[in-house]
């Protein structure tokens, strides 16, 4: 399994901006999906956004479209989740989770249990 370990967390006031990095190790990076969940307190796990191994296709919660953006740098074998217009909501913990899927080269998911190797997460804090 791809070991994801992600970066870039921290405390933004809201309305700030905060860019999120995974990066995974391995040869066949580009033979993975990936996606971006969330976990705030109390909470259950949800998905954030995914991208496609070719990065052609991508997909995002309701509550982050038009504010976040995932992408991909297969060369650096990373992913990244550029959040803007942060706001109190989006406080949470940020997992990045990989999905080995080398015959579905436009495949993403924001299901759970379509990931099978997770990161220690990263906390995203939004407040003034």
């Known amino acids: 399994q791809l070991q994801p370990v992600e970066s870039g967390g921290g405390l933004v006031q809201p309305g700030g901006s905060l860019r999120l990095s995974c990066a995974a190790s391995?040869?066949?990076?580009?033979?993975?999906?990936m996606g971006w969940f969330r976990q705030a307190p109390g909470k259950e796990r949800e998905g954030v956004s995914c991208?496609?191994?070719?990065?052609?296709?991508?997909k995002y919660a309701d509550s982050v479209k038009g504010r976040f953006t995932i992408s991909r740098d297969n060369a650096r074998n990373t992913v990244y989740l550029q959040m803007n217009s942060l706001k109190p909501e989006d406080t949470a913990v940020y997992y990045c989770?990989?999905?080995?899927?080398?015959?579905?080269?436009?495949?993403?998911?924001?299901?759970?249990?379509?990931?099978?190797?997770w990161g220690q997460g990263t906390q995203v804090t939004v407040s003034s």
């Open positions: 989770a990989t999905a080995p899927v080398p015959y579905a080269r436009n495949w993403c998911s924001m299901m759970t249990n379509d990931f099978g190797s």
């Open positions: 991208i496609s191994r070719n990065g052609d296709s991508t």
């Open positions: 391995r040869l066949t990076f580009d033979y993975y999906a």
